[in-house]
């Protein structure tokens, strides 16, 4: 059985100075870690904070979030900690060179072999060549990979994307997503990403159009 | 290990970069501070201890400011195993033409009980040990004052009429720990060889050397305290020597310097704490996105964090062993045989103590850091500045500091009241100035107008750089007007002194021959107050021996003072509280206080103060607090009782005051000493001289410490330039990018920065301002006189300073293209 994410009727707003701001109401859905699964709708409708509830980082207004890995239910610290995230603004350590942005979440596991790993995962992602480039050094396209290549290096259960493609150009986005689903699949790892791209989420396994409150399966 | 790894190289490399640099020299200079304080001070501690081991010259020691009864001496030595006693005085030998202050020692045939004198037959001769005092008609002087008298072994001396024959030169006493850190020339001589009475002097003390067993030992202590009571008691095992209590307040004193400096240190941590926490934040939350826990991550950054406190532990010290070796050379001058080892209990003590308050301005940090989230990479949160709680913690390990620290309240009190009244000033200002500003702006176009509308927009960033600024600015202030109103009191101090020589003590007898002399000569005597030799023993029944707080005053205290009589308020004195007695009044127990004596005892309207004069007590109620005015004289005393008084006490009056000598009655000033040698004269060339090397390790000590200021006014400073040098870069990148030149950049950036300077330095002067009126009067006697000219200087080279740093900096900025102004 994957590991799954079950969201449960869950409802989430958020409170301005003179006005409550709904954002969704009794949304049911399961996440598991055999698909991928996109999600998309206009801006404000939520989708950042539907995939925060989901990763475990927001407790939902209203109903429930069980996380299950391995047959047994655990809580969202666990489940954090079987995760990775990618980000639209890359988020790569200023100070590390690429090679040490890639080591990082190994080195933060103990792993004695974090440079070697991260070294096969820069070459994956076609960056051998950059290994002693800070992040300032690169083009965005190339930080992206770099940073994906970061969230898939500790072998999480999910990965969690918020609009990975949303600072790169088509021809970047096509390659980093292509990237992003290769490398899901390859290591049998749940993907969720929310964007604004239909391109993106079309190559996912699921879709899901969230608008008004209301969470459908996106045509 | 991985993590550990990390962490130090996490470490080292916030180090290199501009912040980090900043704390870490704050955190160094600091240290490099309290620790070469504290291995000096442990130097001290540890030679006075072994002082008191080797040089106490008997098993106990009482020492008190009047003799005992044949009846309790016959007493007192049937208690003890041996018993020597021994008499003080300062008197002024002389020889010749040549004059100079000694402290007598006159010992009995028991002299020493343990231990020998060393002496010789000249100045540089071999010394040789004998283990008794000089014979009757005869005398010993230190080689100093035989080098000052230009005399030999085998000169007489004459002593109140006496002639004594100078047999040996003096090089060593046992006893010579009671003499505590007197450098003053030394003579001795047996007690049957000069009459008693010629030597009486208001100092003059009796010292009973005693050995005893430890239970013996317990019997007299206890005997003492009831028969002598004033007496100072030291004990060979398990006592303190003489000089510990000074040296703690001396420690005290030096312990509210390095609170002032804490401060300033910890306003520049404060400012480069802010950008260490928006690193670490966004550090802990890409740390988050790979599954790491809070937990882990919190003790990742709390490593980070005490890895550069090891750092600058190592280089303190290094710094530290440096600069204690030099302290040591110097002080071996007051200590001798002061040797500069290795005290490590007292610097762990010292790092630790360093260690705690930099973890409580740390707390808000981590406290914060607690709550780093992942979302904030997913979208911005809105954070609270947690400016007042960052303040809050500041400001109260400060202050628990200077409370632990402090042997003076009272200056304390004011040191930290100038400090909060220019804060609250400053931010009051700020907050003012800016929101006019704004406001004049709205409607108006031009960069002033822009300028202002900016730092309305970071306000609370804006009051920080205010206030750090300007407290430093305060500090280094004042600091500088203290050295220099200090030096120009010394120059003063010939010409404001009435008359050119002090009579510090004459007896009643002497007055009439001074009278004599002085009609003789043709000078003129100025002043002349009356005062008996009294000593505090107990308030309100309460023993001044069993009080123990570290105080100046407790100290003097314990110890005769003068205590005058008057019925009208003197000139130079004025009412400061309470009620002053009405002439000619019948209730003699009445008395008043110097004003901060009485703040720094803690006395009340209404105590009994219960003085020790002649062997006799004497009850008085405190009625009033008199304070010092300059004007009519430099004569002043503690403690004032009414005329009436006078008649009740049965003791000797002596007489304080000053003259004028004419230039020839110099000459003659050595006939009157040879007729009374306890007649205490000081030339005022003398006075100035003692002034003199006092001020110079005052200078020393406060240049020292307002280099240390400086250092951390400029390590504020970078903070200061370097926290807001990324929102300056990104400011000015967006104004290029709208059209404006690099010259408009430049003065927006002057606009900024001018204003800060000039609201931190009104600040500063406020401060420096209250800080005068209160501290100089109360603390060191001093009238605060501004001098407009130099404040305005002062006010100048401030301003310029910061403006001219902000400038450099703005020019660095600006050299960066506008695309990458754009990216940060």
Redesign the interface.
């Known amino acids: 059985m994957p590991d799954t994410i079950e969201l449960n009727s869950i409802s989430h707003h958020f409170d301005t100075a003179s006005e409550r701001i709904e954002l969704f109401r009794d949304l049911s859905y399961t996440i598991r870690a055999d698909e991928t699964l996109a999600i998309i709708g206009p801006s404000g409708a939520g989708k950042?904070s539907l995939?925060?509830i989901a990763a475990g980082?927001?407790i939902p207004a209203g109903g429930n979030v069980r996380f299950t890995i391995d047959g047994a239910e655990v809580d969202a610290?666990t489940m954090?900690?079987?995760?990775?995230?990618i980000?639209q603004?890359f988020?790569l350590?200023p100070?590390l060179d690429a090679i040490g942005n890639l080591a990082?979440?190994?080195?933060?596991?103990?792993?004695?072999d974090?440079f070697d790993i991260a070294a096969i995962w820069l070459e994956k992602v076609g960056l051998k060549d950059r290994a002693r480039h800070r992040p300032?050094q690169l083009s965005g396209g190339e930080q992206q990979r770099i940073a994906v290549a970061?969230?898939f290096v500790?072998e999480?259960r999910f990965i969690f994307a918020?609009e990975p493609t949303g600072n790169l150009d088509r021809h970047t986005s096509e390659s980093v997503a292509a990237l992003m689903f290769d490398c899901a699949r390859e290591n049998g790892c749940g993907l969720v990403i929310v964007t604004h791209s239909r391109q993106l989420a079309m190559r996912a396994d699921a879709s899901l159009l969230l608008d008004a409150g209301q969470l459908k399966v996106a045509a | 290990m991985n993590r550990v790894k990390l962490v130090l190289e996490n470490s080292w490399r916030d180090l290199w970069g501009g912040d980090g640099r900043i704390s870490m020299a704050t955190q160094t200079a600091l240290l490099f501070f309290l620790m070469t304080l504290t291995l000096t001070s442990a130097s001290i501690q540890s030679y006075l201890a072994d002082n008191l081991d080797q040089m106490l010259g008997s098993d106990l020691v009482i020492e008190s400011p009047s003799s005992l009864t044949e009846g309790d001496e016959a007493a007192f030595r049937s208690m003890a195993v041996g018993l020597s006693v021994t008499q003080l005085a300062d008197i002024t030998m002389t020889h010749k033409e040549e004059w100079a202050r000694v402290q007598l020692k006159l010992v009995d045939d028991f002299y020493p009980l343990q231990g020998n004198l060393q002496i010789g037959d000249t100045p540089v001769a071999t010394q040789r040990a004998v283990s008794r005092g000089p014979n009757v008609g005869e005398i010993w002087i230190d080689s100093r004052l035989a080098i000052k008298l230009r005399t030999q072994v085998g000169d007489n001396l004459t002593i109140g009429g006496t002639d004594l024959r100078l047999s040996a030169i003096l090089f060593h006493e046992p006893d010579r720990i009671m003499e505590g850190h007197s450098v003053a020339m030394r003579a001795m001589a047996h007690a049957q060889s000069l009459d008693g009475a010629s030597i009486n002097s208001s100092k003059g003390r009796t010292r009973y050397l005693v050995t005893a067993d430890e239970k013996q030992l317990q019997a007299i202590e206890k005997w003492s305290r009831q028969t002598l009571p004033g007496a100072s008691v030291i004990k060979k095992f398990g006592g303190q020597h003489p000089l510990a209590s000074f040296w703690q307040r001396t420690e005290n004193f030096l312990g509210l310097a390095s609170v002032i400096l804490f401060f300033m240190g910890a306003v520049a941590l404060d400012m480069t704490n802010r950008r260490w926490l928006a690193k670490m934040r966004y550090r802990l939350a890409i740390y988050a996105s790979f599954g790491t826990r809070t937990r882990t991550a919190m003790l990742m950054a709390l490593g980070e964090w005490l890895a550069g406190f090891l750092l600058s532990i190592a280089l303190a010290s290094m710094l530290a062993i440096v600069a204690y070796g030099l302290i040591v050379a110097e002080l071996q001058g007051y200590f001798p045989g002061l040797r500069a080892s290795w005290h490590v209990a007292p610097a762990l003590k010292t790092i630790g103590l360093f260690f705690l308050l930099l973890l409580a301005l740390q707390v808000p940090s981590f406290i914060q850091l607690s709550r780093a989230s992942l979302l904030s990479l997913i979208r911005n949160p809105a954070e609270s500045s947690y400016v007042w709680q960052r303040l809050f913690w500041s400001i109260a390990s400060v202050t628990l500091l200077a409370a632990a620290y402090s042997d003076n309240m009272l200056l304390t009190g004011m040191t930290l009241m100038a400090i909060a009244a220019a804060l609250t000033l400053m931010v009051v200002l700020t907050w003012t100035v800016i929101r006019l500003g704004d406001v004049w702006g709205r409607r108006r176009a031009g960069l002033l107008p822009f300028a202002f509308f900016m730092m309305r927009q970071r306000l609370f960033a804006k009051s920080a750089q205010v206030m750090g600024l300007g407290l430093c600015g305060l500090l280094l202030l004042f600091s500088l007007m203290l050295m220099r109103d200090l030096g120009t009191t010394m120059e003063g101090y010939g010409r404001s002194h009435d008359g050119n020589l002090m009579i510090a003590e004459a007896q009643a007898d002497q007055v009439d021959a001074i009278n004599i002399w002085a009609e003789k000569t043709g000078s003129s005597v100025r002043s002349m107050r009356p005062f008996v030799s009294a000593q505090l023993v107990s308030v309100n029944g309460k023993a001044l021996s069993d009080m123990q707080k570290p105080s100046d005053t407790l100290a003097t205290l314990k110890d005769p003072i003068r205590l005058s009589w008057t019925d009208a308020m003197p000139k130079n004195n004025r009412l400061d509280g309470g009620k002053w007695w009405s002439a000619d009044t019948d209730n003699w127990r009445q008395i008043s206080a110097e004003s901060e004596v009485m703040t720094d005892m803690g006395f009340s309207y209404g105590d009994t103060l219960t003085y020790q004069i002649g062997g006799k007590p004497y009850d008085f109620k405190l009625v009033a607090s008199h304070a010092y005015q300059p004007g009519a004289g430099s004569i002043t005393f503690w403690f004032q009782v009414p005329l009436s008084a006078r008649a009740q006490i049965d003791a000797p009056t002596r007489y304080m005051g000053s003259m004028e000598l004419p230039e020839p009655a110099w000459d003659a000033l050595a006939g009157l000493w040879q007729q009374y040698p306890t007649l205490s004269l000081v030339p005022l060339q003398e006075l100035t001289e003692r002034f003199d090397q006092t001020l110079g390790i005052v200078t020393k000590v406060t240049g020292g410490y307002a280099a240390m200021v400086l250092l951390l006014a400029l390590f504020v400073l970078a903070a200061s330039v370097s926290g807001f040098s990324a929102d300056d870069r990104q400011k000015n990148g967006l104004l290029m990018s709208m059209g404006l030149r690099e010259s408009d950049c430049l003065r927006l950036n002057f606009y900024d920065w001018g204003v800060t300077a000039l609201i931190a330095a009104a600040g500063a002067i406020a401060g420096t301002w209250s800080a005068g009126l209160l501290i100089y009067q109360a603390q060191f006697n001093l009238t605060y006189n501004p001098d407009i000219l130099w404040v305005a200087a002062m006010v100048f080279a401030m301003v310029a300073t910061v403006c001219l740093v902000g400038y450099l900096a703005c020019r660095q900025s600006l050299k960066v293209s506008v695309r990458h102004l754009m990216a940060t």
């Open positions: 950042s995939l925060s980082l927001e610290l954090r900690a079987n995760s990775g995230f980000f603004q988020h350590m100070e990082l979440p190994l080195r933060l596991k103990g792993n004695r974090a300032h970061r969230a500790a999480p918020d």
